[in-house]
């Protein structure tokens, strides 16, 4: 029995009085997710306003480790929501441009920074990671949670538009030590060597797949379970139950060794240092083995006043041979020539969503793009 209707619009979305900004935004999106406005995916539809594992946790830790403080301008590559981007302009103060190839999420996430007043601090544009629409030198931080493709024009283009001694701040999947696992993912050491060979000081490098298990995929679970009649309600029984099996079978997939995640925190170099020439450190290794340095102040003020993006948006996707790992579970999604994220390509280039029929109980969808109708039984 239809005990309720909820219409959603995103121009409609209102902060509720009170409470801490990250819960009661999650609350305010929590329709739309539930709908499959921003797509299908469980984690997705479970994780909330920040899609990757660990949540806030992860972002927080990131940012500790990247030493980030409110001089710092920021360039989130493959934002979603914004949900990262607003903790952290929340929380440091510091500017965050983010990124998406979804003009949706971008729409959306826009929406939801003005909603948190922190719209002097965060703004969000559409385009590619692959082509960065940013001058060069732009940022004094480059950063991305759970979306690195893994195609060399990606980091090529982060390192573009940072700062000389700016900081890459970034966590991805990677290929572990599976003999019988053939994978194109790189592994923690390409990206460390990749990183290094572009000319940067590895602070940090580390296999977070562990961690990921723990504060990623479990908490997916636990979360489910503790919100199971409303997801039920919603989504129906077969719904929660295939993503209880989707989670677990990721921790299965991390514990046979088949993907992880790893995490990078590195600097760039300044012209004169000889950053380069020294071997890479070995993953986890104490970032001590070279010495800190103080940032270039005049490289970054000079980065501060490059203040608009130099290029139109052109969404052009990234054609790269890369598969994500994130569907090592269920099989390999067709390359489709479009990012393929995460398993059902749930976005268009040109920014539509795609009906949501994956999976769920029959949802109504308007079919608009910005607007969901939402049914609860
Ligand atoms: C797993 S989500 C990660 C979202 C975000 N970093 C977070 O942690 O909340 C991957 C995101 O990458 C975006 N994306 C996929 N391909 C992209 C591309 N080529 N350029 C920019 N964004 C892209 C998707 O639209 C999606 O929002």
Not at 7 to 24: K, S, V
Not at 89 to 108: H, K, M, N, Y
Not at 293 to 322: I, M, T, V, W, Y
Not at 345 to 361: L, N, V
Request: hydrophobic share 40%; net charge neutral; glycine share 10%.
């Amino acid at each position: 029995m239809i005990s309720s209707v909820l219409r959603a619009t995103i121009d409609d979305w209102r902060l509720p009085d009170g409470g801490p900004l990250l819960p009661t935004l999650e609350a305010m999106i929590r329709p739309a997710l539930m709908s499959g406005h921003f797509g299908s995916s469980a984690t997705l539809i479970v994780g909330g306003i920040q899609y990757h594992l660990g949540g806030e946790r992860d972002t927080r830790e990131l940012a500790n480790l990247v030493s980030l403080t409110a001089g710092d301008d920021v360039l989130d590559v493959c934002c979603f929501l914004g949900g990262p981007a607003v903790q952290l302009a929340q929380s440091l103060e510091c500017r965050v441009t983010g990124i998406d190839i979804s003009q949706a999420f971008v729409a959306a996430a826009s929406q939801i920074a003005r909603l948190s007043g922190l719209d002097h601090l965060v703004r969000f544009c559409a385009g590619d990671a692959a082509s960065l629409p940013f001058q060069n030198e732009r940022f004094t931080v480059v950063w991305s949670q759970c979306s690195l493709e893994h195609d060399q024009a990606w980091l090529r283009e982060f390192d573009r538009v940072l700062a000389p001694g700016g900081r890459l701040a970034l966590t991805f999947a990677i290929r572990r030590d599976n003999p019988n696992e053939s994978s194109p993912l790189w592994t923690l050491q390409d990206v460390m060597g990749l990183v290094h060979g572009l000319g940067y000081r590895i602070d940090r490098a580390q296999d977070i797949t562990e961690r990921d298990i723990e504060i990623g995929w479990k908490a997916l679970d636990r979360e489910l379970s503790q919100r199971e009649r409303d997801f039920t309600a919603v989504l129906g029984r077969d719904w929660v139950r295939h993503a209880h099996q989707e989670f677990a079978g990721e921790i299965r997939a991390m514990r046979e060794g088949r993907w992880g995640n790893g995490r990078i925190v590195a600097t760039k170099g300044r012209a004169g240092d000889a950053v380069a020439s020294a071997a890479p450190p070995q993953p986890g290794a104490a970032p001590s083995a070279i010495a800190s340095r103080p940032l270039d102040q005049a490289a970054l003020s000079r980065a501060h006043s490059n203040a608009s993006p130099s290029r139109e948006h052109g969404l052009k996707p990234a054609h790269s041979p890369f598969r994500s790992s994130w569907g090592t579970d269920t099989g390999q999604v067709p390359h489709t020539g479009h990012r393929r994220w995460p398993r059902q390509p749930f976005w268009h280039p040109s920014g539509d969503m795609r009906p949501f029929t994956t999976g769920c109980t029959p949802l109504l969808h308007s079919g608009h793009s910005d607007q969901v109708v939402l049914v609860l039984l």
